[in-house]
């Protein structure tokens, strides 16, 4: 039927599994909010469910929180650092922004994705604790990412890191993050920025893709209402209007030359998928390296609630390996 959307199949192995996850978060509101964001502070503490995380991996890490400068006339910044127990360094720095559609969310979400690195003595991870709309609206999020990316920058010698060698990676929200701060280090002139890594990026508030209209409440997770109201809680009145930054939605960014090699990979059933394939296309066309990786079958998270899942293993695997390399090149 001519305009239809339809919603490639789901892998089998997943289908259970978010059948099973189907009512336990509630649709979001402004009223259900508080209740998620505790929901999620309670998974992260718990690992989801598989017991709390060991960011140290047995002694070989060290973790620290750090309070630096935020931007102008902001409060300061937290920052979770993980660095290897031994040696000096300098590492590569791994920058993290964490997931959670701008609302919700702690910077250690996904850190126990990145612990085996510093474990292995191949980088420093650092994971910044933004400020989260709708309290704190764009620029608030993606300002207080910037400002801990230029400390780090200025100040290698505090994280033992190579301020030449820094990664950006985010899921999500996150990644829509991650995006922002490569065009904002590219704009700004600092800090170098090699590698991005977008997973399942958060990039357009115009939901005008195919994607971001065909999942509704009950058909997975971060359908179209969803998203809808994210955008709203960070951009108000503006979102989907013409007075967008291009740092708070990177597929609005008309030139995307001079960003630095990036990693994308999004499922192929999820309502950020559209955005991810179009942001991909116009790197590449850009100049840009791009490596992109359209997930069959996956929905928004399905690494988190199935990490036992084969597609879910076969997406670690292909993106550990791509940060590796960044690591070590």
Not at 41 to 59: I, K, S
Not at 216 to 225: A, E, S, Y
Not at 248 to 257: G, N, Q, S
Not at 259 to 274: A, K
């Amino acid at each position: 039927m001519a305009g239809q959307v339809i919603v490639p199949p789901l892998d089998p192995e997943l289908v259970p599994i978010l059948e099973a996850t189907k009512g336990q978060i509630p649709p979001l509101s402004a009223e259900t909010l508080p209740a998620i964001r505790l929901a999620v502070q309670q998974l992260v503490e718990t690992g989801y469910g598989l017991g709390a995380p060991d960011l140290t991996a047995g002694g070989k890490v060290r973790v620290e929180e750090l309070q630096v400068p935020g931007p102008e006339g902001a409060p300061e910044v937290t920052l979770v650092v993980l660095r290897p127990a031994e040696g000096n360094g300098p590492w590569p720095l791994l920058y993290n922004a964490h997931g959670g559609g701008m609302m919700c969310g702690v910077a250690r979400l996904e850190l126990p994705n990145y612990v085996q690195f510093v474990a292995e003595g191949l980088a420093v991870v650092a994971a910044v604790e933004y400020r989260l709309a709708p309290e704190h609206p764009d620029p608030a999020p993606i300002e207080d990412c910037y400002a801990g990316i230029v400390w780090a920058a200025h100040n290698p010698g505090e994280l033992s890191i190579d301020p030449e060698q820094i990664i950006v990676i985010g899921e999500s929200a996150g990644g829509g993050l991650a995006a922002g701060l490569a065009l904002l280090a590219r704009d700004r002139g600092f800090p170098a920025v090699t590698h991005q890594v977008l997973i399942c990026p958060m990039l357009d508030d115009r939901a005008v893709t195919p994607s971001s209209q065909m999942l509704g409440v009950g058909d997975g997770t971060w359908n179209r209402d969803d998203n809808f109201f994210g955008w709203t809680a960070l951009l108000g009145d503006r979102r989907g209007g013409p007075d967008v930054s291009i740092y708070a939605a990177p597929a609005r960014a008309e030139d995307l030359t001079g960003l630095p090699r990036t990693y994308i990979d999004v499922g192929g059933s999820e309502t950020f998928r559209d955005e991810a394939i179009i942001y991909a296309q116009r790197l590449s066309q850009a100049g840009v390296s791009v490596d992109f990786h359209l997930w069959a079958g996956g929905y928004h998270g399905y690494e988190l609630s199935a990490p036992h899942a084969a597609i879910s293993r076969a997406t670690r695997q292909v993106r550990d390996a791509f940060i590796r390399r960044a690591l070590t090149s």
